[in-house]
C-alpha cells in the first residue's frame, strides 16, 4: 500500500498570510492611493516591484521578512516605517528592541530605496515603501 506524500508549498502560505495581514490593515485611516507619484516619480510603483521581484529570486526569504516587518511596523500604529528607525545614544528604537527579536532584511528596503534615489531623488520615503505593499 502506497502512502501519499504531502509537499510544503510556501507560495500558498506566503498568499495565505499576506492576506490575512491585509484583512487587518485599517485601510479607512490610511490615505494610500495607487499611482500617488504619477507626476513626482512616475515609475514608482514599478521600480519597488522590480526590486521585490529581485530580491525575492535572490533570496528565498524575502517574502516572510516583509510580512514579518509590515506586521510590527503597521500593526502597532501605523506603516510609518518607524521599525527602520537606528538607535541614538538616548533612545532605543524600534529596530534594536528585544520585541522585535529577530527582525532581520531591513537591507531590503534600502535596496529599494536606493533604486528609487537613483530614479527620483528625494521624493519617495521609506514609509511609503513599506505602506506600497498594505
Same mark, same amino acid.
Given at each position: 500500500? =502506497?502512502?501519499?506524500? /504531502?509537499? *510544503? %508549498?510556501? !507560495? !500558498?502560505?506566503f498568499i495565505t498570510l499576506f492576506l490575512v495581514l491585509l484583512l487587518h490593515i485599517h485601510y479607512a485611516k490610511s490615505d494610500l492611493k495607487l499611482n500617488y507619484y504619477s507626476e513626482s #516619480?512616475?515609475?514608482?510603483e514599478e521600480i519597488i516591484k522590480e526590486q521585490v521581484n529581485k530580491l525575492y529570486h535572490k533570496?528565498? +526569504?524575502t517574502a516572510v521578512s516583509w510580512i514579518r516587518n509590515l506586521f510590527? %511596523?503597521?500593526?502597532? $500604529? @501605523? #506603516?510609518d516605517a518607524s521599525i527602520l528607525l537606528d538607535k541614538t $545614544?538616548? /533612545?532605543?528604537s524600534e529596530k534594536? @528592541? /528585544?520585541? +522585535? *527579536?529577530?527582525m532581520r532584511n531591513f537591507k531590503y528596503i534600502e535596496?529599494? $530605496?536606493? =533604486?528609487?534615489? +537613483?530614479? #527620483?531623488? +528625494?521624493i519617495v520615503s521609506c514609509a511609503d515603501i513599506v505602506a !506600497? *505593499? #498594505?
Open positions: 500500500m =502506497a502512502t501519499k506524500t /504531502q509537499h *510544503f %508549498d510556501p !507560495s !500558498s502560505t #516619480c512616475p515609475r514608482a533570496h528565498g +526569504n510590527h %511596523d503597521c500593526m502597532v $500604529k @501605523s #506603516c $545614544k538616548e /533612545q532605543t534594536t @528592541s /528585544q520585541r +522585535n *527579536f529577530g535596496t529599494i $530605496k536606493e =533604486a528609487l534615489e +537613483n530614479e #527620483c531623488p +528625494n !506600497s *505593499f #498594505c
